[in-house]
């Protein structure tokens, strides 16, 4: 699997991303979402959840070739409707974590 994003595990640090460990580096810088009591933008639970989510990116994305790896070892077609050929559930499965892997690993030149 190679990667083009930062490696390892990352972690929540108030506002920022980074990688665990490393205060000085930083991935994202997580925008307060909330806007408290009409007196601008606060840092709630919509945002501190955004964070944990953006954190736990570089997991799930390994997690999700493991996925896929198995997925790959069981995808079959069987007879559908009328005894035409059919995806089974673990293909269609597949296609999903194949869709994720790209949206998440492909760079686009205005992304």
Not at 59 to 67: F, N, P, R, T
Request: overall charge negative.
């Amino acid at each position: 699997m190679e990667t083009k994003h930062t490696p390892g595990t990352w972690e929540v640090d108030g506002e920022f991303v980074g990688p665990a460990g490393q205060r000085d580096v930083g991935i994202c810088h997580v925008l307060p979402m909330e806007d408290e009591y009409g007196h601008g933008w606060a840092r709630g639970p919509i945002t501190k959840a955004n964070s944990h989510l953006i954190a736990a990116a570089p997991d799930m994305l390994a997690a999700l070739y493991e996925v896929e790896i198995y997925l790959s070892e069981r995808s079959d077609v069987i007879d559908g409707d009328y005894g035409q050929p059919a995806p089974n559930a673990e293909m269609v499965l597949l296609a999903e974590v194949q869709s994720a892997i790209r949206r998440a690993t492909t760079v686009t030149a205005n992304a």
